[in-house]
């Protein structure tokens, strides 16, 4: 409101109006964090219908193997992965939540929470694109084989060497954690070790083109067994430890708003 010297600040808001506030965003962040149920639904899902993850396609199949599959279960694959699409979509609400959370650390800077935001977008655009490139392989069955190969080459080789993005999003949340060192940290020490395990368990899948064979192909068992196992386990035990986060350090979040 106007005066004679200039503007007046605005009234602060009453303390039941600051609890409505607060009461809404904990709904919101309620409803975000349930998410992460029809999340991995929709990751096991996917898995289950997806011919090629069941059995996964060998880089060493001839050209009409490749053609083969995917004339065989056309529909599975294209379903399936128009299923795996939301997957991405979801991923991203929870890794934010997260980042959310770490609004609460002890940190002189947000620079590792900005991190986690910029991967948290990342990391799905990798998701999201190889299931593109399995969609293209299936979309025209009767194209060249070659044409067929070079599409199923760019579906595995995406999904599979695409971890930098979760490498990234792993340590950086390591790191904040071991920085976390106020006498209630939002999450446990033990958690920040869970992220460094898992970044090593996920690296080596970011050499399965260098190779048609073995362990780190992008059939092996390394490259897809550990990552995809190591992935699914993530999402689970972040969802369990940012279940308490939310509890413990709502307020405290709520105050750095």
């Not at 109006?17 to 096991?44: D, K, M, N």
């Not at 948290?120 to 979309?139: D, K």
């Not at 106020?182 to 090593?200: D, G, H, L, Y």
Request: with cysteine; net charge positive; aromatic share 16%.
């Amino acid at each position: 409101m106007a005066s004679g010297t200039g503007w007046h600040r605005p009234a602060a808001f009453s303390a039941d109006a600051r609890a409505l506030i607060v009461g809404a965003s904990r709904v919101g962040e309620r409803i975000i964090y349930w998410t992460w149920i029809p999340l991995v639904g929709i990751l096991v899902g996917a898995f289950v219908l997806f011919p090629g993850f069941v059995h996964p396609v060998s880089p060493r199949a001839s050209a009409e193997a490749v053609v083969a599959f995917y004339r065989k279960d056309l529909s599975r694959v294209r379903y399936s992965m128009i299923l795996f699409n939301w997957f991405g979509v979801a991923l991203i609400p929870f890794v934010l939540l997260i980042a959310e959370r770490m609004r609460a650390m002890a940190h002189r800077t947000p620079v590792l929470r900005y991190c986690v935001i910029g991967v948290a977008g990342g990391a799905p655009i990798v998701f999201l694109t190889s299931t593109v490139f399995w969609l293209l392989a299936a979309f025209r069955p009767e194209r060249s084989p070659d044409l067929t190969v070079l599409t199923n080459d760019l579906a595995w080789i995406t999904f599979t060497c695409g971890v930098p993005f979760l490498i990234a999003l792993f340590l950086f949340l390591a790191l904040a954690i071991f920085w976390d060192d106020q006498a209630a940290p939002v999450f446990p020490r033990w958690v920040a070790w869970f992220n460094v395990a898992m970044a090593v368990a996920v690296t080596p899948a970011a050499f399965a083109g260098l190779t048609t064979s073995g362990v780190f192909a992008w059939d092996g068992f390394v490259s897809f067994w550990i990552k995809n196992v190591a992935f699914l386990a993530w999402i689970v035990v972040m969802a369990m430890v940012l279940r308490r986060a939310m509890t413990r350090h709502a307020d405290t979040a709520e105050a750095a708003a």
